[in-house]
C-alpha cells in the first residue's frame, strides 16, 4: 500500500520478525512478487486484463460480492461503533476496526482444510464466548498460547500474533478501572486494534495483518486518524441522532461513567459525544429486518468531534489517487447511511470522483430491500442522495454555477453512472426518471434468496452485472 511509504520508522520494532510478507502494492499497479508462500495457499489466477475497481463499502454488505472483483482496492470507514468494536473504542480509543477487520479476514487466500492459511482464517475470524467468566478462560489460553486455535499456526506466525495480543492485554490492564469485557469479542478486532495502538498508524496495522495472512487485498481507510471517529444524522425534522448504532440499529446502552476521560482535541480529532459504553453492544443482523423506525427520513449525514462540532475530514491520500488511477468505481450494496455515505462526505472526494481521468464508470449496487436509513427510498432516492452528499456545500473546488446554498456543482452523472438492481428486488426503480438523471440502468437476476424472499446479491450475479456494465458503458466526462 503506497501509504506505507511514510510509516517506515514505525516498524522496526519487529522488521526482523521471520518471514513476513511484504505489503501488497496499490491493486491497478500490482507486480507479480516472488513471495514464498504459507504452506497450503491457493495461488490466486493471474489477473491479466481484467479491470481494477475501487469499491466504497462497508463491513458485511459487500462481503458477499468482493470475490467479483479481481483487482479491487476497498475504502472502509472507521465510524462503526458497534460490536466489539465499542468495547475497544471504549476502553482504548482509537478508530473503529470492525469493518476493516472483516474485509481482511474475508479476502485472505482460499486454503484447504487444515492447512496453516486456514487455521489463520479460523483464529482471526473467531469470537470468545458470550459469557463473561468463559471468555475470558478462554482469552487466557490464546493469549498463553496454550488454545488448540494456535494448531497448524507457523511458530513464526503464531509469536508474532500473540506477541501483540499480550500487547493489547497490557494496554488494557493499564485501564483496569475501566473493566474491559471480552464477552463475544473478535480475535482479529484484538490484533488489529493492538497493531494500530503500537505503530500509531491504521495503514500500518493493515499492512502487517494482510502480511500475516498472505493477503494482497488492498483496504484503504477512508480518513487516517488514532482518534475514533464518530458520525451524525440529520433529520429532515431537525433532530439529530449520533453515532452509527443509533442511526442504523440502536440498541440499549448501559449508565455512562462519570469518570471518563474527555478527550483531546486537536485539528483533526474526531471524537465521541455520545456516553462511554460499559459493554459491547451486540448487534445481530437480522435485526434490521424488524427495526424501529427513524422519526423522520435522513437529511444528511455528517461528522463530528468531542464536542459535538461539525467537522469536515480529510479523507486519506491512497483514497483520492485510488480515485485517479482505477477503472471503475462501485458503490457496493449494504447499509448506505452509515456505510457508504461516511466515504463521500468528506472534503474533495466530490471533485476526485467527477473529475478522474480513468473512472469509466462509476456503478450503484441497489440495496435489494430498504431497511431503517432507507425506509421508503426509491432507487432514483439513493442515486441524488449520493448526488446530494457530494455535492455538499463544503467542497473546496465549485465547478459551474451556484445560487446560495443550493450549489449544483456537478450533475449526477458525474458520481454516477449506471445502476445495477436485482430482479424481484423490493425497491422501486424508475428506470425512465433514472435515464433522465443519465445513470444506465443493469437488470441481474440472482440465485441468492433471503429468508423473506427477497433475492440477495451474489459473486456470480455481481460478476454478470459488471460484465453488462463493460459491454454497455458509457466514457464518464
Same mark, same amino acid.
Given at each position: ?95 473503529? !476496526?470492525?469493518? &476493516? ?6 479476502? !485472505? ?102 502480511? !500475516? ?5 488492498? &483496504? !484503504? ?182 445560487l446560495g446554498n443550493a450549489a449544483t456543482t456537478y450533475p449526477v452523472s458525474a458520481f454516477v453512472t449506471h445502476l445495477v438492481y436485482l430482479r424481484g428486488c423490493a425497491v ?50
Amino acid at each position: 500500500m503506497a501509504a506505507l511509504h511514510n510509516t517506515s520508522s514505525h516498524i522496526d520494532p519487529i522488521s526482523a520478525a521471520p518471514q513476513l510478507l511484504l505489503p501488497a502494492p496499490h491493486a491497478a499497479q500490482r507486480p507479480h512478487l516472488d513471495i514464498p508462500d504459507i504452506p497450503g495457499h491457493r495461488a490466486a489466477p493471474q489477473e491479466g486484463l481484467s479491470e481494477s475497481y475501487l469499491v466504497i463499502s462497508g463491513g458485511t454488505g459487500c462481503n458477499a460480492i468482493c470475490t467479483a472483483f479481481a483487482r479491487a482496492s476497498y475504502v472502509l470507514p472507521v465510524s462503526d461503533d458497534g460490536g466489539s468494536s465499542s468495547e475497544i473504542i471504549r476502553v482504548l480509543g482509537g478508530p473503529s !476496526i470492525g469493518d &476493516i477487520r472483516s474485509r481482511l479476514v474475508r479476502l !485472505i487466500p482460499p486454503a484447504a482444510p487444515g492447512t496453516p492459511l486456514d487455521a489463520l482464517r479460523t483464529l482471526l475470524a473467531h469470537r470468545l464466548p458470550s459469557g463473561n467468566d468463559a471468555a475470558r478462560d478462554e482469552w487466557r489460553s490464546i493469549v498463553e498460547g496454550r488454545s488448540s486455535l494456535w494448531t497448524g499456526i507457523p511458530e513464526d506466525r503464531k509469536e508474532t500474533i500473540r506477541g501483540f495480543l499480550v500487547y493489547f492485554e497490557g494496554e488494557i490492564l493499564r485501564r483496569a478501572h475501566k473493566n474491559f469485557s471480552f464477552v463475544n469479542g473478535s480475535i482479529g478486532n484484538f490484533l488489529l486494534a493492538a497493531t494500530q495502538a503500537f505503530f500509531r498508524s491504521l495503514p500500518s496495522a493493515v499492512f502487517l495483518f494482510s502480511s !500475516i495472512t498472505n493477503s494482497q487485498a488492498n &483496504i !484503504i481507510p477512508v480518513i487516517a486518524t488514532n482518534h475514533t471517529v464518530t458520525i451524525s444524522a440529520e433529520l429532515a425534522d431537525g433532530t439529530h441522532l449520533v453515532g452509527q448504532c443509533e442511526i442504523s440499529h440502536p440498541v440499549a446502552r448501559p449508565p455512562s461513567d462519570e469518570n471518563e476521560d474527555l478527550p483531546s482535541l486537536t485539528f483533526d480529532t474526531i471524537s465521541p459525544t455520545m456516553s462511554a459504553q460499559t459493554q459491547n453492544v451486540f448487534f445481530n443482523p437480522t435485526s434490521k429486518d424488524s427495526y424501529e423506525k427513524l422519526r423522520a427520513p435522513i437529511r444528511r449525514l455528517y461528522y463530528i468531534n468531542a464536542y459535538g462540532h461539525e467537522v469536515h475530514p480529510i479523507p486519506t491520500p491512497e483514497y483520492i489517487s485510488g480515485l485517479g488511477s482505477n477503472e471503475v468505481l462501485v458503490y457496493s450494496c449494504g447499509s448506505f447511511w452509515t456505510s457508504i455515505v461516511p466515504c463521500l462526505a468528506l472534503r474533495g472526494v466530490a471533485s476526485a470522483i467527477a473529475r478522474s481521468g480513468s473512472l469509466r464508470a462509476k456503478v450503484l449496487f441497489l440495496n435489494s430491500k430498504n431497511d431503517r436509513e432507507t425506509e421508503g427510498y426509491t432507487a432514483v432516492d439513493y442515486i441524488l442522495a449520493i448526488a446530494r452528499t457530494l455535492n455538499a456545500r463544503y467542497q473546496t473546488e465549485p465547478y459551474g454555477l451556484a445560487l446560495g446554498n443550493a450549489a449544483t456543482t456537478y450533475p449526477v452523472s458525474a458520481f454516477v453512472t449506471h445502476l445495477v438492481y436485482l430482479r424481484g428486488c423490493a425497491v422501486h426503480v424508475d428506470v425512465a426518471r433514472a435515464s433522465e438523471l443519465g445513470v444506465e440502468c443493469v437488470e441481474v437476476e440472482s440465485g441468492a434468496v433471503g429468508a423473506d424472499g427477497t433475492p440477495l446479491y451474489d459473486a456470480m450475479c455481481a460478476k454478470k452485472a459488471l460484465e453488462q456494465v463493460r459491454g454497455g458503458r458509457h466514457p464518464c466526462t
